[in-house]
């Protein structure tokens, strides 16, 4: 065969050769390791064998749930296979000591005490493999007042102030629509797991990686914040407007809703202009950009009266043809099937024995040299076990008397 003519290979996965073991449960630890596997990383993913993940048995489909295959499972669980093992039992635990052996990376969500009181705390894991990257992610963190508090999202949420300046003055404290604090905790851990390999690589060393929820989510406050600790000045919850400029934020139009950022002195001037409010860039209370942000009450009902003569979609197009970024406000369902979303590969079909293709998120960077995503469903519990402790030197009749046992 001529070199024109080969198969090309497929392209090198960035973490192809890393192992992960994946000790997570529901969102926050799922969500870090689904990007490492989506990255390349072979994720085993640790489960007990009763009925592994809790998120298995979460979902809108009771029969999804029934067959712990739940839909929050499946969101985040794809290029993963499963190995059940009852860590309570000493033998589990040997098995589970071999495991490390051969790892790179450890990523536990538990509470702070739960690895120590099973006699798998890192220095004891770092001792039989020094290599070993150990990420332990928790609410609070591993130490200080509140490390042994236990922590869902909402509760991060609440505690980190984001519930605080969410809504508008009828409605407020309000909860983000989704996990946040969780999603951006996973996040977190990921990059720091990357970061950890990255200095493996330089010096060979392994570590002990703290991720907290808490302390995850604070850094997006960011600009709230710095408002606060060097502006003295407390948020207010202002709803769908922008704090730093008006006229920008949610705007009723003839069929709905339109999201406006005129942030610049000129986008500004351009709405006026488009809205045939000419009057208005010179009015002393919408001139200057504070004068708009502490008038805006004033200004949104003079825009909205222009903006509900004519539909969203023209407003979109007219407002961005002139350099003012725009946006329809979309459902869910039109945002998952928006043309640019399906440009972009944001989903991407997999089939799932016994449930069919399902739409699931892949990689969001696009990887030049090593693209990732996704090549395999999310698991069965179990699917894998055999083949692991077959790979750890266990002979089919260890493996079924370890079964018989409930140890696997």
Not at 93 to 118: H, Q, S, Y
Not at 131 to 138: D, G, N, P, W
Not at 157 to 170: C, P, T, Y
Not at 241 to 265: E, L, M, R, V, W
Request: hydrophobic share 40%; glycine share 8%; aromatic share 6%.
């Amino acid at each position: 065969m001529s070199d024109s003519t080969k198969p090309t290979p497929p392209p090198r996965r960035a973490l192809q050769g890393v192992r992960v073991l994946d000790m997570t449960n529901v969102l926050a630890g799922p969500f870090a390791t689904l990007h490492l596997a989506l990255l390349g990383a072979e994720v085993i993913k640790i489960e007990n064998p009763t009925d592994g993940d809790l998120a298995r048995k979460l979902g809108n489909v009771p029969a999804l749930n029934q067959q712990l295959m739940g839909t929050s499972f499946l969101a985040q669980n794809s290029n993963k296979k499963s190995l059940t093992l009852n860590l309570k039992n000493p033998e589990a635990r040997e098995i589970f000591k071999k495991l490390v052996a051969t790892a790179d990376v450890l990523v536990e969500n538990f509470r702070p005490d739960v690895m120590g009181r099973l006699g798998l705390a890192y220095p004891v894991l770092a001792e039989i493999n020094p290599r070993l990257v150990y990420c332990a992610i928790s609410g609070f963190g591993q130490t200080g007042p509140d490390a042994l508090k236990p922590a869902y999202d909402q509760i991060i949420q609440g505690l980190s102030g984001v519930m605080a300046i969410n809504g508008d003055e009828r409605l407020n404290p309000l909860r983000a629509g989704f996990p946040v604090c969780d999603t951006v905790g996973g996040l977190t851990a990921a990059f720091a797991v990357l970061a950890a390999l990255f200095h493996r690589e330089r010096t060979g060393e392994g570590q002990f990686i703290d991720v907290a929820l808490l302390d995850s989510i604070m850094p997006l406050l960011g600009w709230v914040a710095a408002n606060l600790l060097i502006g003295q000045q407390p948020p207010v919850p202002m709803g769908n407007d922008n704090f730093t400029a008006a006229p920008s934020g949610t705007f009723a139009t003839d069929d709905g809703y339109i999201n406006i950022a005129a942030n610049k002195q000129e986008q500004w001037e351009a709405v006026a202009d488009l809205l045939r409010v000419p009057e208005l860039k010179t009015d002393p209370r919408f001139q200057e950009r504070d004068a708009r942000k502490k008038n805006r009450h004033a200004l949104t009902p003079l825009l909205e009266t222009k903006l509900k003569e004519m539909p969203t979609a023209h407003w979109v197009e007219l407002l961005n043809e002139h350099d003012v970024p725009s946006g329809a406000i979309l459902g869910l369902e039109a945002a998952l099937n928006q043309p640019q979303v399906q440009h972009r590969q944001t989903l991407q079909k997999i089939p799932v024995e016994g449930i069919g293709a399902l739409r699931l998120f892949g990689l969001a960077a696009k990887l030049e040299k090593t693209p990732g995503g996704i090549d395999a469903p999310p698991p069965r519990l179990s699917a894998h076990t055999a083949d692991i402790l077959g790979s750890l030197g266990y002979s089919p009749e260890e493996i079924h008397r370890l079964k018989a046992a409930r140890t696997i």
